[in-house]
């Protein structure tokens, strides 16, 4: 056995289930081998789609997966995709193909790419270390939640293993990262800042998602009357609680943000209070006390200030802090009036609005709100980055914290279809909706044609003002020209119809029989709607998005 079958084999032996990829002459055998031994493999039209795909995956199934790629090109074509996983904190192995001949024309610092983008890099260097460097990898991706390069040279493939039986025998999958126990000092000062708090707010983010974090944290709220809410990531953690804020941040609706502005307690569990997650910084009162709990302690107060920092794993420190706490002597933030407030007027669709549809463009919040109704509610979703994303981020409801694969970190375009594809695919028994616009729709529609060979059933709503909508709304008002970043209108419909889709254009609410229709019907070829939307206004979030470049 040589080394590219053997690391193959190591890998689906070391837990990765799941491979996406474009395969070429370097990375041909190991992923060959890697569906030999049970893999499943995705191929994906372009390389920057597989590395999103598995991010994507990754995050909403809870496993490490991998994307393959070819040597050179293959990993450059990457590296959008794997510097947004790597920035996201995802469990990803990306197996590259590497030519180490200077000469060659594939040849390039394979190395010196990945840590330009924030990912960590392991090298097979020989047979002798193959089937350990697979597993190291794997190893690394999980216990420390990295992206992870490794790097199989082309010379190095075709060497033979010394009894690989015996190694590979000894591969399995690493034990789970180890839950942070919190220090009791430390638990001891939260349940006095909560015991004293008047209005409390607990906010959850992507290191609040794992197993039983959710009942943990709305015991603790109960118990000391507090809020909830999430970053966008973990948006869905707390549906159906009647004392869910939704997302804190650029998106949180009018009340939200006023509720959270008003807590004099907010506790960070998994959250790393980000300029979007605060406001940069607005939403946290001046004399609000700041906890944040988190089991990476180089996370703490890495954004923001904080009166306290917790090591700890969420769902132990809210555990923790609740068997702490006595019984509360009010009702902290869960008053008779904000109630009456969280339900008349928490969510986006019920902020009043004026209409600005017309003949021929329909407004997005009103898409949005139809959309929501004629959607099933067991959905997952996806969604691009543009002037459109708010819209669709808030305006849709999602049933859990699985609801929403929300790749930002990096703010590229492009990536909410690749997205919602290894969403759809961890989540087969939800509809996958991506939201994208036409901006980045266009840039990533040669992902419609895995879309249509995997026959997912899936809903891709363009959000379509024939512009790259966030430099418009941010240039135009100060008199800049506008040529380089609006263009022709494009019958984004019939491209879908040239991959196989059903597609409709929604101009007005009228149209959106067409969907309908679908929803209720056999739902056997995915549907697109290129939804002209109008263009004269920015988005809500647009001003906040700007001060953070």
């Known amino acids: 056995m040589n080394v590219a079958e053997a690391v193959g084999r190591a890998l689906v032996a070391a837990g990765v289930g799941q491979v996406f990829g474009v395969v070429g002459s370097g990375n041909f055998h190991v992923t060959n081998a890697m569906t030999a031994a049970g893999a499943r493999f995705v ?10 795909m598995a991010d994507a995956y990754a995050r909403v199934s809870g496993t490490v997966a991998a994307v393959s790629v070819h040597q050179g090109c293959g990993l450059t074509n990457a590296l959008t995709g794997i510097g947004e996983a790597a920035k996201s904190g995802t469990p990803l192995v990306v197996l590259a193909a590497e030519a180490t001949r200077p000469r060659s024309n594939f040849h390039v610092d394979q190395e010196a790419l990945a840590r330009a983008v924030g990912a960590h890099s392991v090298r097979v260097t020989t047979a002798a270390d193959a089937v350990d460097r697979a597993c190291a990898a ?21 060497q033979e293993v010394t009894d690989p039986a015996r190694a590979l025998a000894a591969v399995v999958p690493p034990r789970p990262r180890p839950a942070a126990e919190p220090a009791a000092d430390d638990v001891a000062a939260l349940a006095g800042i909560l015991a004293h708090a008047e209005r409390p707010v607990l906010l959850a983010g992507r290191g609040a998602r794992g197993a039983g974090a959710r009942e943990a944290l709305e015991a603790l709220a109960e118990r000391c009357g507090a809020l909830l809410a999430t970053s966008a990531v973990a948006r869905g953690l707390f549906h159906g609680n009647p004392w869910s804020l939704d997302v804190a941040g650029g998106f949180s609706s009018p009340l939200a943000a006023e509720l959270i502005e008003g807590a004099d307690v907010i506790v960070a569990f998994g959250c790393s209070l980000t ?48 068997a702490a706490l006595g019984e509360p002597d009010g009702p902290g933030y869960r008053t008779p009036t904000t109630a009456f407030a969280l339900t008349s007027r928490l969510r986006w669709r019920d902020v009043p609005y004026a209409d600005e549809s017309t003949r021929d463009r329909i407004d997005p919040r009103t898409l949005s709100i139809a959309l929501d109704d004629l959607l099933p509610a067991e959905r997952v979703m ?34 909410g279809l690749a997205t919602t594809i290894g969403a759809a695919l961890a ?22 044609d895995t879309v249509r060979r995997l026959g997912l059933p899936m809903v891709v ?19 800049f020209p506008l040529d380089t970043v609006e263009f022709p209108p494009t019958d984004i419909a019939a491209v879908a119809r040239g991959y196989g889709f059903e597609a409709v254009t929604v101009r007005t609410p009228a149209d959106l029989k067409a969907v309908q229709d679908w929803v209720t019907g056999p739902r056997t070829a995915p549907l697109l ?21």
């Open 427 to 448: 989540r087969p028994d939800r509809l996958a909706v991506a939201a994208l616009g036409d901006g980045g729709a266009l840039m990533s529609a040669v992902e419609l």
């Open 382 to 415: 996806g969604v691009d980055s543009g002037n459109f994303m708010g819209h669709p981020t808030m305006y849709l409801a999602v049933p859990d914290e699985q609801g929403l694969c929300f790749t930002q970190a990096f703010q590229s375009i492009g990536l």
């Open 43 to 52: 191929a994906a039209r372009h390389e920057g789609g597989a590395a999103t």
């Open 529 to 549: 709607i290129d939804a002209k939307v109008v263009r004269e206004r920015g988005a809500w979030w647009l001003e906040e998005a700007f001060r953070g470049h």
């Open 461 to 479: 709503v363009v959000y379509n003002d024939d512009a790259y909508g966030a430099e418009v709304h941010h240039f135009g008002p100060d008199g």
């Open 275 to 322: 300029m979007w997650t605060t406001r940069h910084g607005r939403l946290i009162g001046p004399g609000t006390t700041l906890v944040q709990v988190d089991d990476d302690p180089a996370a703490l107060g890495a954004h923001r200030p904080v009166h306290l920092g917790i090591t700890g794993d969420t769902r132990r420190t809210a555990d923790r802090a609740l």
């Open 138 to 158: 794997v190893r690394r991706a999980v216990h420390e939640r990295y992206t992870v390069v490794l790097n199989l040279p082309l010379d190095v493939q075709t």
